[in-house]
T-cell receptor, first 115, second 116 residues
Framework: AQSVTQLGSHVSVSEGALVLLRCNYS??????LFWYVQYPNQGLQLLLK??????LVKGINGFEAEFKKSETSFHLTKPSAHMSDAAEYFC?????????????FGPGTSLSVIP | EAQVTQNPRYLITVTGKKLTVTCSQN?????MSWYRQDPGLGLRQIYY???????DKGDVPEGYKVSRKEKRNFPLILESPSPNQTSLYFC???????????????FGAGSRLTVL
């Protein structure tokens, strides 16, 4: 079964600084990868997804992620953090099980933005 | 507005008192699923449904039941809740079925359950 690890359960950055959230996956076949964001008291929403079309994927709110097969990584970045980026971020991988896609989530990384 | 609606959003109950968390989606999605979110563990799948009358266990189904009598509704039932079921629960739906791998989940806002 596939798995997802996220290095750092909590990350703090200053407003305007680079955001880097790490994600590594285990997969023996080309994966489909996702980043979801959870704002306080809300459900998860999709930030971006990788489906093998391009290794650099752009998402909403200025976020992007780069798929690196050799490193089995899918790290999320944003050049300049904004206060509104404070949230929980989940990396996820899609695994085909029988006839549907099972999504496996990482443990999450809580991002704090310091003014 | 396309959305997944869960109720109640917050609930405190006592051990053994049956409860139901409702989930409804207005997007005509085939696939629906329940997750629980616990600190440090991310989201773990409880049950899922690929279509009406078709449900199956996820990774942590013990102590839960589901039903899918209509396409839009997928209630989660705790027949005899216990304290270890205290958690944040999410319902999600997706339009896709099959081997696309790229189906995006739409989540409800969550239901925070406390079992005393």
């Amino acid at each position: 079964a596939q798995s997802v690890t996220q290095l750092g359960s909590h990350v703090s950055v200053s407003e305007g600084a680079l955001v880097l959230l790490r994600c590594n996956y285990s997969s023996s076949v080309p994966p489909y990868l996702f980043w979801y964001v959870q704002y306080p008291n809300q459900g998860l929403q999709l930030l971006l997804k990788y489906t093998s079309a391009a290794t650099l994927v752009k998402g909403i709110n200025g976020f992007e992620a780069e798929f690196k097969k050799s490193e089995t990584s899918f790290h999320l970045t944003k050049p300049s953090a904004h206060m509104s980026d404070a949230a929980e971020y989940f990396c996820a991988v899609s695994e085909i099980v029988t006839s549907y896609d099972k999504v496996i989530f990482g443990p999450g990384t809580s991002l704090s933005v310091i003014p | 507005e396309a959305q997944v609606t869960q109720n109640p959003r917050y609930l405190i109950t006592v051990t053994g008192k049956k409860l139901t968390v409702t989930c409804s989606q207005n997007m005509n999605h085939e696939y629906m699923s329940w997750y629980r979110q616990d600190p440090g563990l991310g989201l773990r799948q409880i049950y899922y449904s690929m279509n009406v009358e078709v449900t199956d266990k996820g990774d942590v189904p013990e102590g839960y039941k589901v039903s899918r009598k209509e396409k839009r509704n997928f209630p989660l039932i705790l027949e005899s809740p216990s304290p270890n079921q205290t958690s944040l629960y999410f319902c999600a739906s997706s339009s896709g079925q099959g081997f696309s791998g790229a189906n995006v989940l739409t989540f409800g806002a969550g239901s925070r359950l406390t079992v005393l």
